[in-house]
């Protein structure tokens, strides 16, 4: 019993918290103890808090960003600098960047392997060309043909096609995922994979250190390993303060033997098809690919294994259109996406730009959080005013209070300028997906919000003139009779009532 008392105290979780509080403890300390010690310690770090407010002024970053921390340090002005220099400043995140990009370089001309249809799809429709032009030729994500999509309304429908799709994986599965929690949907998902790595398929899961502290066994990862499928656990917490820490693994993938792809906004956990409760009825939204475009995913994938890993795959071998190209018919475009925190391109931030700005006679939106900055939000306050029909649901319950208040924030604005806005009265809507016009939808891992936006690894896929896009709209329409509207009289707060969702609005960025 003692053992085991010693043993729960001292597992991972405690110690890191413990350290974290220990080393903030000490801060403060250090700056409050000694009179004459503080008098020379508090000038200096006031003269630092005022260098550090310049520094931010003029550092090439969101104006909300700088905001935040200006206000920050005028708030605590002791302190205030010498914490944004503990945050910001760390070497070997130079380091990282640079591993980042020489893996990108290398994937870059990859992704062509199965050829593009930029040109085929330039021809035949000019409505979203600036888009698809962006991610391939700049950002690097080509456009393909040759790939048939389902598109998943719910938790349920994407796990029991990936458990058929498991199952018929050949020679690798390779999975991604920001939380992973045992249960009735993790479960059985690791009994295929451990069945497939005995039966020598190349079987790995990377999953995000943060996404999974307080839901997963001590041991978990090295069961993993015991039975034969490869594990990494991406960007570990430590206990040191560092803006490191707030780049987490955000990405929902699975690819198998290249061929099939499977992203959206569902993790392995059973509250994501339902069977258990929290916060009501679970609402999210995934898309399968087969054909061509998952190869696009097998190398978004392989970059960040090998980023973390520190060894380079042979990508030609894992190719699977080599002995012929791909055969499987389609209609329309589909155009996979990665978006990483240790670049100055806000991917999947462009990607609903485009999309809203592009946008002639409406363009739906789910998001379980409403948190933008003033790109975003005059993005789709001059679409509404412009006349086109925008529409956003959130979900009524939340599962962060906080981050609920600070979304409502926004609410006042935008169906001021005529967005209509709805939450989901049945729960919790956890989809991350565009649709616009009939012709043009994205499914990923990006929310709206600054976190998602700008600090956390995430992906989609863009579809175009697919059938798949008329799917997206169709259930956001399908949602609308379990959601309730909000009007202006649901915005109207004295001065009292608006303080608290004013000021969480003002520290949102850092949410």
């Known amino acids: 019993m003692k053992k085991q ?25 250090a700056i409050a103890g000694g009179s004459l010690i503080f008098r020379y310690v508090s000038m200096f770090l006031n003269g630092l808090s005022i260098v ?85 030729t700049y950002v690097g994500y080509p456009v393909y043909t040759h790939t048939q999509t389902v598109y998943f309304d719910s938790g349920e429908g994407f796990f029991q096609a990936l458990l058929e799709a498991l199952e018929r994986a050949e020679r690798y599965i390779f999975m991604e995922f920001f939380i992973l929690r045992h249960g009735a949907m993790l479960n059985p998902i ?23 502290f307080m839901s997963l066994s001590p041991n978990f990862t ?14 570990p917490f430590k206990p040191i303060l560092s803006s490191l820490q707030n780049n987490r693994d955000h990405r929902k993938i699975v690819v198998i033997d290249g061929k099939v792809a499977f992203t959206g906004g569902i993790n392995l956990a059973d509250e994501y098809i339902n069977a258990v409760e929290r916060f009501g009825h679970w609402k999210d939204a995934a898309i399968m690919l087969s054909g061509s475009a998952a190869w696009a995913f097998t190398l978004i994938f392989l970059h960040m294994w090998n980023l973390e890993q520190g060894n380079e795959d042979d990508y030609h071998t894992l190719y699977p259109w ?18 990483s925190p240790l670049d100055d391109e806000n991917v999947g931030e462009h990607v609903y730009l485009q999309i809203i700005n592009n946008a002639k006679a409406y363009v739906y939106i789910n998001t379980p959080y409403l948190v933008v900055d003033d790109n975003l939000l005059s993005a789709l306050t001059l679409a509404a005013k412009s006349g086109v029909d925008v529409r956003i649901i959130t979900p009524y319950r939340w599962d962060k209070k906080i981050l609920a208040i600070a979304s409502r924030s926004y609410y006042r604005q935008l169906v001021a300028a005529g967005v209509k806005v709805y939450e989901y009265s049945n729960g919790f809507n956890h989809s991350k997906t565009f649709v616009s016009d009939d012709q043009v939808a ?61 000021v969480l609005r003002l520290f949102a960025p850092l949410m």
């Open 5 to 29: 008392w010693v043993r729960v105290l001292f597992r991972r979780r405690v110690y890191v918290i413990t350290l974290l509080l220990i080393q903030i403890g000490f801060i403060l300390g």
């Open 52 to 136: 550090v407010c310049l520094y931010i002024l003029n550092k090439k970053e969101k104006p909300a960003y700088k905001l935040t921390w200006i206000f920050l340090i005028l708030l605590f002005p002791i302190f205030g600098g010498f914490l944004y220099l503990v945050f910001q400043s760390q070497s070997h995140s130079r380091k990282l960047r640079k591993r980042m990009e020489a893996g990108r370089l290398k994937c870059r001309p990859l992704y062509g392997l199965p050829g593009d249809a930029l040109a085929e799809l330039e021809a035949a429709r000019k409505d979203y060309r600036s888009q698809v032009r962006y991610l391939q």
């Open 190 to 212: 690791i009994t295929i994979l451990e069945k497939k790595a005995k039966a020598g398929l190349d079987v790995r899961l990377m999953y995000d250190d943060l996404g999974c």
């Open 222 to 235: 090295q069961h993993l390993k015991r039975n034969g499928i490869k594990c990494i656990v991406f960007n």
């Open 322 to 339: 080599k002995e012929e190209p791909c055969r499987v018919s389609s209609s329309g475009y589909v155009q996979p996406y990665a978006d």
């Open 442 to 502: 994205a499914v990923g891992t990006t929310n709206l919000d600054f976190r998602s936006l700008y600090l956390h690894f995430e992906c989609g896929v863009c579809i175009y003139e697919n059938p798949t896009v008329q799917a997206i709209k169709q259930d956001f329409l399908e949602m609308l009779p379990a959601c309730h509207q909000i009007t202006l009289e649901d915005c109207a707060r004295n001065a009292f009532q608006r303080l608290l969702p004013d």
